[in-house]
């Protein structure tokens, strides 16, 4: 996958718009980060999955999923692109865009 395929699956859902973070291409929900283009330009910085969960994935997937030092503390996964298929990032995607969706936006996909 490359970043403008996330992009696509997620400007999708209602409330997504385009937007920067920390000078790279990100998605945002409500001005609230979905997903970023890490600087390294092949990995998307995921928010949202717990360490325990993270760990899970690093430990199980770990061409795929891993985590630097600077991400420890919080609740963030990093992705290689050039690895990944959508049936990878789409749960997770979907899973931070349900957090920070409305109400109204959840009801519109039939999930409030």
Do not use: N
């Not at 385009?18 to 390294?40: F, H, I, Q």
């Not at 360490?51 to 990093?78: A, C, G, K």
């Not at 749960?91 to 009801?107: D, F, G, M, V, Y």
């Amino acid at each position: 996958m490359t970043f403008d395929d996330v992009r696509a699956l997620a400007l999708a859902w209602p409330e997504v718009e385009d937007g920067t973070s920390y000078g790279t291409s990100a998605l945002k929900v409500r001005k609230k980060m979905l997903a970023r283009l890490k600087e390294d330009g092949d990995s998307l910085v995921l928010p949202g999955v717990p360490p325990d969960e993270r760990d899970m994935l690093v430990q199980s997937r770990p061409r795929l999923f891993y985590f630097t030092d600077h991400y420890r503390d919080y609740p963030i996964v990093l992705l290689r692109l050039s690895q990944a298929r959508r049936a990878d990032v789409e749960p997770l995607l979907r899973r931070q865009w349900r957090a920070l969706a409305s109400k109204k936006a959840l009801a519109a996909e039939g999930l409030g």
